[in-house]
């Protein structure tokens, strides 16, 4: 006989990533805290909390090289670490119904690592044969050997597969969100944001206007006028960050200089960053600037949906499609807005119309839902911008574009009668079953191309204009990437701790979208930094990749579904009840 389940009302969803502070010191220091909000009477919850070492190396061993002393190293660590975690919150007792036996807070968070997913991993290899095996592990991580923005939503896709049919909702929760002091000490507006995620999923799980939905909460904005606000509260306000709005001055570009708050506000502008968002002020409200900003090109910094804060996606959205974890590079909003923007092109998320009653919009932000986002700081403002988030953002841009062009959408819930290239691909091939092959593909990714070669030229067109009303014009570092690379070269000082293991000095990403200053505006490969160049053939790659995951998925929820309850592995001093069957999964 199994045990008793806890009651509970939601589930949440955290990949713990910061490398400053181990798992189990953390939830020491925020053990009450955590325990008031997932305790509590009315709106009893759930934390699985995922700590990511050993997962590559788990997935390797579908389909990849495997080293077995790489991770019986890194599974070594999470097991020691699952120890330390059940220690800290096997003391603390939470509620049961009378005549149930004891629980602790071990019970309400789930420390879970790529111990206790081997059963699922193991269900997936399966017999496959070498070039199948290899297939399914390029769609779980790709070829690469770290830990990118949807590689762990796979966990968090095999936990809502586990559950689904329970109506129970599962939130996503970035770390820095889960373990903040402004939301779990500040009269636990966590809490609060969690009770009314919860009411909003149970509204439209019942409305039946609405069979597919995905939202999430805000992040927390500062309360006074937009002119005051500060670099740091920009920072955390919006999903998309306003480094590229920082100005590009000789300090930055010649210095380690890192993000904290007093350096942020020395390069901060305000109106190149009001200008970046495309937004304004209007009588105490915030509102888009027309046909202007980071909206015309990527994601809608007021109303799209954010991965961190407490997003919610319907059993149906979760079953459509899997996550971008095949992608090879870090792309903006490839687990949020992208996402969002997808299941809406393919009319997933369209909501029925019912004669006689009105049309339900569906949800993408939970009114009066708000969170804290704290973000840790880079040590390198400029390397990072230019190499690291300028790229990553461009990347989101590009996949914008081949989802749907057109940024009408994103701006009001309207359907266009046209969609993007690969949108298009996609819709076809779930409906015949089979991805694009031949001179089919070869089209395909010939469009794909010059698709992103029109974003690029836009993404070009909007940033050059991005410069300080000063008399100098200065730079910020989203105008000095897409203008002449010749200024990066020639000011930005190369140094012992600036070192590029990934690219060649002369192949970096940071020096710009352009090939040369000769380049006036995007029309050809032949116009692009080498490296954007590579970046692009990535992406089509990746692109076509997902809709091969996208046919596997179906097989892939099954594989996952088809463990019996409590055969996968909750801590590791529970194998031996596990195997006679007297303990229940933590995903069951």
């Not at 910061?18 to 509590?40: A, F, M, N, V």
């Not at 200089?257 to 009001?274: D, G, I, W, Y």
């Not at 998320?349 to 704290?374: A, F, M, N, Q, S």
């Amino acid at each position: 006989m199994g045990q008793e389940r806890l009651k509970i009302k939601y589930i949440l969803f955290c990949h713990y990533s910061d490398s400053e502070e181990e798992p189990s010191q953390k939830l020491r220091r925020y053990r009450d805290q955590l325990k008031t909000i997932l305790d509590d009477s009315n709106y009893p919850g759930l934390l699985i909390l995922f700590w990511h070492p050993g997962w590559l190396e788990l997935l390797n061993s579908v389909g990849a090289d495997f080293n077995p002393h790489t991770f019986a190293e890194e599974f070594k660590k999470s097991e020691d670490e699952q120890k330390a975690v059940k220690k800290v919150l096997g003391g603390s007792t939470v509620r049961v119904a009378a005549g149930c036996p004891a629980k602790t807070l071990a019970d309400r968070v789930r420390f879970v690592t790529a111990g206790d997913l081997y059963e699922i991993v193991n269900n997936l290899r399966g017999d496959r044969p070498g070039l199948e095996a290899k297939r399914l592990r390029r769609f779980l991580g790709g070829d690469v050997h770290c830990t990118l923005y949807d590689t762990t939503k796979v966990v968090e896709a095999i936990v809502h597969a586990r559950h689904i049919g329970a109506n129970v909702p599962i939130f996503r929760l970035d770390w820095d969100v889960l373990f903040n002091d402004d939301n779990l000490r500040n009269g636990l507006r966590l809490q609060n944001a969690i009770m009314k995620a919860v009411d909003c999923y149970t509204v439209h799980s019942n409305d039946p206007h609405i069979y597919s939905f995905m939202f999430s909460a805000s992040y927390i904005r500062p309360q006074g006028k937009i002119i005051d606000w500060t670099a740091e509260e920009w920072m955390g306000a919006f999903a998309t960050r306003p480094f590229p709005a920082l100005l590009a001055t000789k300090e930055l570009l010649q210095n380690r200089v890192s993000s904290e708050p007093a350096n942020l506000q020395k390069c901060f502008n305000a109106q190149t960053t009001r200008e970046f968002y495309g937004i304004r002020e209007n009588r105490g409200e915030l509102e888009l600037t027309g046909n202007s900003g980071i909206t015309e090109i990527g994601s809608n910094p007021l109303t799209g949906v954010i991965s961190g804060a407490l997003l919610c996606m319907s059993d149906g959205a979760m079953l459509d499609l899997p996550p971008g974890s095949n992608f090879h590079e870090n792309v903006t909003w490839i687990d949020d807005h992208l996402k969002y923007s997808l299941l809406r092109e393919l009319k997933h998320l369209k909501p029925y119309e019912i004669c006689g009653e009105p049309r339900t919009e569906r949800p993408t932000r939970v009114p009066d839902c708000e969170v804290k986002k704290k973000r840790p700081h880079v040590k390198d403002i400029a390397e990072y911008v230019l190499g690291t988030y300028l790229p990553t953002l461009v990347g989101g841009c590009i996949v914008d574009a081949w989802i749907q062009p057109n940024p009408a959408p994103k701006k009001s819930e309207i359907e266009l009668p046209t969609t993007g290239v690969f949108t298009e691909a996609l819709q076809k091939a779930l409906k015949q079953g089979h991805p694009p092959e031949g001179g089919e593909l070869r089209q395909l990714k010939k469009k794909l191309e010059q698709q992103a070669l029109q974003r690029l030229e836009e993404v070009r067109t909007q940033w050059a204009q991005l410069k300080a009303n000063d008399n100098n014009r200065q730079d910020t570092f989203a105008s000095l990437w897409v203008g002449n690379p010749s200024p990066i070269r020639s000011q930005y000082k190369l140094s012992g701790e600036r070192k590029y293991p990934k690219y060649h000095e002369d192949e970096w990403l940071g020096w710009g979208l352009k090939k040369n200053g000769e380049v006036a505006s995007i029309k050809s490969r032949n116009d692009l930094n080498p490296a954007i160049s590579q970046l692009l053939d990535q992406l089509i790659e990746d692109a076509v990749t997902y809709i091969e995951w996208s046919l596997e998925w179906p097989k892939f929820i099954q594989s996952v579904r088809g463990i019996e309850p409590g055969d996968l592995i909750p801590t590791p001093d529970t194998v031996k009840k596990l195997r006679s069957h007297e303990s229940e999964s933590f995903l069951s």
